[in-house]
């Protein structure tokens, strides 16, 4: 798809995303990948890719597979690693949902980067900034079940269900130090 011509204004110290990851059916859980791709010299006048990667990936636990209109709302996502950016500079914002259907579904922002406390940027708060309850977190990690070149799998590689949900509320609780883009399942908070 081609860029819009509308573009969000962004902080350059980074800013809120929000969407919501359950409109169709599907998604009780999934995997979140959020990224940016830098330029407009790419394949339709965007990014030459979108490689770079915000924060850390995370899972999410919502309450049914059937659509649902919970949000999910990160108040201060910063630039990528080492990213250097200076006021006028475009990119594209990319959050990934990896639903447990199999389904990878893409929705992106392009944005302008301004300062931090440019007139244009809107107010990030509880009204347009939140976290519905329904939703849970999880982080994604690897086990070894079966290790390259080896026909043994490994015991006790299994994740229990009560060490999810109890780690699901550690990890809202980290998410809540860092936490949100919208239209329609996503959008920029600025």
Request: charged letters at 10%; proline letters at 7%; a negative charge.
């Amino acid at each position: 798809m081609n860029t819009t011509t509308n573009r969000t204004f962004w902080p350059v110290s980074g800013g809120a995303i929000a969407f919501q990851p359950g409109w169709f059916q599907g998604h009780a859980t999934a995997q979140i990948f959020i990224n940016l791709g830098f330029g407009t010299n790419g394949p339709n006048g965007g990014p030459p890719n979108m490689s770079n990667p915000m924060i850390p990936q995370f899972g999410i636990i919502g309450p049914s597979k059937n659509p649902y209109a919970g949000t999910i709302c990160l108040p201060q996502v910063p630039l990528p690693v080492n990213a250097s950016v200076k006021v006028g500079d475009n990119a594209t914002i990319q959050v990934v949902e990896l639903a447990v259907h199999g389904a990878a579904l893409y929705s992106c922002v392009d944005i302008t980067f301004v300062n931090d406390n440019d007139p244009r940027l809107g107010n990030v708060n509880e009204t347009n900034c939140f976290n519905s309850t329904d939703i849970g977190f999880s982080d994604v990690y690897t086990i070894t079940t079966k290790a390259a070149g080896s026909n043994a799998t490994t015991s006790g590689a299994t994740v229990s269900f009560e060490f999810l949900k109890a780690r699901n509320s550690l990890l809202w609780m980290d998410l809540l130090g860092w936490l949100p883009v919208a239209a329609a399942g996503l959008w920029l908070i600025i």
